[in-house]
């Protein structure tokens, strides 16, 4: 499995950004399919993610209300629209492959290189 995020940028505070994952070589039908992202300092947190097995979706607490995950199995993409960006979002943002309750916790069986995020005050 390979995955590679891209899309990231600056961005002021209120912003938009959206970011894609190119994801390769998935074959299991029970896998999940999310977002983490790491903070300088900071160990890394799960974002959202998207259950394999039935489709729901689920975010993490911080960025409800304001991430969309999607997914395009036609393009092997999976995308995150972030809409109203504060500082507290600055992170690399990296995609990965796992179960969503272990994604939530940070955790993947297989991740990607991230793609830088940052939103200026």
């Known amino acids: 499995v390979q995955l590679q995020a891209s899309g990231g940028g600056l961005v002021q505070t209120g912003g938009s950004l959206t970011l894609s994952c190119e994801i390769t070589?998935?074959?299991?039908?029970?896998?999940?399919v999310g977002w983490f992202r790491q903070a300088l300092g900071k160990s890394r947190e799960g974002v959202s993610c998207i259950s394999e097995r039935d489709g729901s979706i689920s975010y993490r607490d911080p960025v409800k209300g304001r991430f969309t995950v999607s997914r395009d199995n036609a393009k092997n993409t999976m995308y995150l629209q972030m809409n109203d960006l504060k500082p507290e979002d600055t992170a690399v943002y990296s995609c990965?492959?796992?179960?969503?309750?272990?994604?939530?916790?940070?955790?993947?069986?297989?991740w990607g290189r991230g793609t830088q995020v940052t939103v200026s005050s």
């Open positions: 990965g492959v796992g179960p969503c309750s272990l994604i939530l916790l940070g955790v993947a069986e297989y």
């Open positions: 070589g998935l074959t299991s039908d029970y896998y999940g």
